[in-house]
Structures are given as C-alpha cells and as structure tokens.
C-alpha cells in the first residue's frame, strides 16, 4: 500500500496523483482535503482543512522558520494530522508520498514511514524544504533530466528520478490546428489562454488590451475571471495555434501533451518556482518565455514568434511516460522498504 497526499491548492497536485496512481502496481490511497475524483483506483481518507477561520488568530504558522504552515491551536490541522497518523496505523503502508506538504512529509517520517516528495523547482534551500528532501527516500522531478534545477546538492541529485512532464493526456495523438478560415476574410488564427486555478497575476483588463492589439487573432480563454472552467480541455488545447500559459507544471504538461506552440508567462509564486521553469524554458528553447506580462503592443510579435517556433520541441519535456515512470519508481522504493 501506497498513501498519496494530495494538497488542495490548485488541480496541478490532484491531476498529477491520478496520472500516477492509475499506473501504479500496487494499491494507492489518497489522502486529501480535496473530495475523491470519480476515477481514483483507491481508497481516499478525506482530511480535515487546515487553513479555515480567522488567520490574525493563527500566530506562528512557521514555527520559527522550521516549517511552513502549522496554525497554532488549530482543530482542523490538529484533525488533519491525526487522521494521517490514524491511517498510517491502520494500514502500515510501504510508502507516503507527499505532494506537496513539509508537514506531512515530517509526520510520516516520525512515524516510521519512509516518503517520496514530489520536487518543485525554485528556491528550496529553506530549513523547511532541506528537512523535507533531505528525509526523502526518494524525490521526484517531473521535469526532464536534460534541464534540471541548478544548484541542487548531490545528496538531492543522487535520490532524484527525472520523470519528464507527465499529464492526464498522455497518450492522446495531438491534432492538427484546424484552418479557422473565415468565409469572407483572411485566415483567423486562434489563441488560447490558459489561466488556471492556483492563483492569478493578470486582470481581465490587460487580457482585453492584448485581444485587442491583436488583430487577425481570435481568442479564447479558460479558466480565471474572465473566462469558462472546462473538464476536458484537450480539443481545445489542440485546436489553438498558440497557447499562452502561466509556468504552473500541470499547464505547461497538459500544453507540452498537445504539442502547441506556447507563449509562457510565469506568475509569482512562493520560492520563485514559476520563474525558475520559465528559465529552464528558456534554456531548452521549448517556447517563447516573457517574464511578466507583455505590453498589449507586444502580443502580436510575441504570439508570431511562437508560431514559427512550433511546439514540436515539446517532446524533449514530456516524452509522453512520465507518470508510469513515477510509479514504477514509486513502487520500487515500497518493495525495497518492505524487503529490508
């Protein structure tokens, strides 16, 4: 048995441990303040929220610096961490995997099971990350091994498996773009705008702006404010010319799968891990990278710009197995454990 934490901030986490777990040889149980998805293969242990109520009442969420949120006199964390140990208890699983918390890597390890942490790219050298991946039996990099994350120590490097970026359409045969050929005019190209759900950095205003400095583009926007949520947004990730997108993993895998040329503009996040794949972008020459959104003046140089550049270098970032690389790996690390 195999238990995966699945943190609750955007759908990256969540679609990332579906991908994986539907590959798994071994049982999977999710563990989660997000309720289960209709295709988990599993058990799922729901957990109680730990960032609800008035957050001035919080005090030292870090603990002196030493971790990275652990609400002082909360009952839904309190809740939360006991149900993990519960489980662990009931079950004596070979393996948790942590995507992505400190706190629940740290509680696993205490109670004597090993842990997987899923990697993220930035700045992770603050004690709380080093304790995190300095305790990992094994770390996973779901990016390709030709572009890792500078300045890593070799302890890191040594338990690191690069899996390439995986998704939940790997496998699908990406389609041409269609014509988009109006019947009276020239040909319209189409854009599609990717904003996602863990967090936004551009307003509907300079979405607007840059639509309207673009002629001869149509465009098309999922996700955020000022557009429509889509389950499935494979066709239209396929039928776009150029796809703009933050620097999130789960976006960039979900474009990389379609082979779409892309225009990726990284968002702030905690520990700079947007800018840091802009970078290795930039390094593998995979898309057109901005570092922060463009002036509206900008846009149509910059969504020509990707056209001609293709998205067929995709491929050097999501080889297409990424997710039965991770569970093969996953696995391994459990039957050794069980065979020591």
């Known amino acids: 048995m195999i238990g995966y934490y699945v943190h609750h901030q955007g759908n990256g986490h969540l679609h990332r441990a579906r991908s994986i777990a539907a590959h798994c040889p071994l049982p999977v149980t999710g563990l989660s303040s997000l309720p289960p998805p209709d295709d988990w293969p599993g058990p799922w242990v729901r957990l109680p929220r730990d960032d609800d109520g008035d957050r001035t009442a919080f005090g030292d969420v870090?603990?002196?610096?030493?971790?990275?949120?652990?609400?002082?006199?909360?009952?839904?964390?309190?809740?939360r961490m006991a149900r993990i140990a519960e489980w662990i208890a009931a079950t004596t699983p070979?393996?948790?995997?942590?995507?992505?918390?400190v706190e629940v890597a740290l509680l696993a390890r205490l109670l004597g099971t090993p842990t997987a942490v899923v990697a993220m790219r930035g700045e992770r050298t603050d004690p709380p990350h080093r304790t995190a991946y300095?305790?990992?039996e094994l770390l996973l990099a779901p990016w390709p091994s030709t572009l890792?994350?500078?300045g890593w120590p070799q302890h890191w490097r040594a338990k690191t498996v690069h899996t390439g970026a995986f998704s939940r359409f790997d496998g699908r045969s990406p389609s041409p773009s269609p014509?988009?050929?109006?019947?009276?005019?020239?040909?319209?190209?189409?854009v599609l705008l990717l904003m996602g759900s863990g967090g936004r950095d551009i307003s509907t205003t300079e979405?607007?702006?840059?639509?309207a400095a673009s002629p001869g583009?149509?465009?098309?926007?999922?996700?955020?404010?000022?557009?429509?949520?889509?389950?499935d947004p494979w066709p239209a990730l396929c039928e776009a010319d150029v796809v703009i997108t933050h620097a999130g993993q789960n976006a960039l895998a979900e474009c990389a799968a379609a082979r779409r040329p892309a225009v990726?503009?990284?968002q702030e996040r905690p520990f700079g891990e947007q800018a840091a794949t802009g970078r290795a972008l930039a390094r593998g020459r995979l898309a057109v990278v901005a570092a922060r959104w463009p002036q509206a003046h900008a846009w149509p140089s910059l969504l020509e710009q990707a056209r001609v550049h293709g998205g067929e270098r995709w491929s050097q970032w999501a080889p297409g197995d990424g997710a039965a690389r991770a569970a093969r790996a996953l696995a391994d690390v459990a039957y050794r454990g069980r065979a020591r």
């Open 62 to 79: 870090t603990a002196g610096g030493r971790l990275h949120w652990a609400p002082v006199l909360h009952a839904g964390l309190r809740g």
């Open 94 to 101: 070979a393996l948790l995997v942590s995507d992505v918390s």
């Open 134 to 136: 300095d305790l990992a």
């Open 148 to 150: 890792p994350e500078p």
């Open 179 to 190: 014509s988009h050929e109006p019947t009276d005019g020239p040909r319209l190209r189409q």
């Open 207 to 211: 979405v607007a702006a840059a639509r």
């Open 217 to 231: 583009w149509r465009w098309r926007t999922l996700g955020g404010p000022d557009g429509r949520w889509s389950t």
């Open 264 to 266: 990726v503009v990284p």
